[in-house]
């Protein structure tokens, strides 16, 4: 049996067919895997701006109402300004400049917009060092548990007083960034089924855009032969003495829509 097989295969090399495979390469696409941002940088926490430049002759907090300094020598007051103190100092008036700017009295040290505020300081301080020392592995948890507290209370204010929450985060130039819905993994399959889907379509879409300039240019052809057509069917009635089916109004309708695809025409040249 196995013989007569293959006498009758070798005799009719015909029956046997090869079936050829598409392979992703064959396509003009390429997918790069997004670059995974750390949820303590800058675009993931939603701060829009970082610590902006401080005025470094000011005095420290705790001497600003001094009056011994009022009287004191100029090398002295350049001794309790910020420019020859740490930069925790700077971090620190920052951190008191936010704060003043939201409060609702000069008592308020605990509301929740204080709070924030408070917080962004804090947070936009350590994300710069964080940016100088990246194997701070014990700022970087920090700095997350941070953030992620400072997004449950603005969800918190954005839930129960919206016209404060959208004030504050223009205030303190943040942006409220929710948690989705449903996560999703973004794989390299799902991502090329995509954009595999995008590139057919534009390819469709390319091929439809050169199908309608194609039938564009050849409607005044088709307008000036059905113009034709219709005379040379009222003038058969009219000579047979039958009814008129084409009337007038039917032609130099057609005539009409002949112009104006003309002059339309004539206008996209010009430009």
Known sequence: MNKVFLQITAKKPSLLTVRNYAFKTDLKIKWVRPEKIPCYK????????????????????????????????????????????????????????????????????????????????????????????????????????????????????????????????????????????????????????????KFCENIKQERLNTLRLKFESEQPAFLEEKIRSLEFIRNEQKDCGVDVTVQDEEIDKVKKQLEELKSKTVVTEEY
Not at 43 to 49: E, R, Y
Not at 72 to 81: I, P, Q, S, Y
């Open 42 to 197: 800058p675009q993931k926490s939603g701060d829009l701006a970082g610590i902006p430049e401080q005025d470094k002759g000011q005095y420290l907090l705790e001497f600003r109402n001094s009056k011994e300094l009022e009287s004191a020598n100029e090398h002295v007051k350049r001794l309790f300004t910020l420019e020859f103190n740490p930069s925790k100092c700077t971090k620190k008036a920052y951190r008191q400049a936010s704060t003043d700017l939201v409060r609702s009295h000069d008592f308020d040290h605990s509301s929740i917009e204080v709070r924030l505020a408070r917080w962004t300081g804090y947070i936009r301080a350590w994300q710069e060092v964080v940016e100088r020392f990246p194997r701070n592995q014990r700022l970087k948890v920090c700095l997350k548990e941070l953030i992620d507290k400072r997004k449950k209370h603005l969800k918190y204010l954005r839930r129960w007083d919206y016209k404060k929450f959208e004030w504050l985060i223009e205030q303190l130039n943040i942006v409220y960034k929710p948690p989705p819905s449903e996560f999703h993994w973004i794989t390299r399959k799902e991502s090329l089924v995509k954009l595999t889907d």
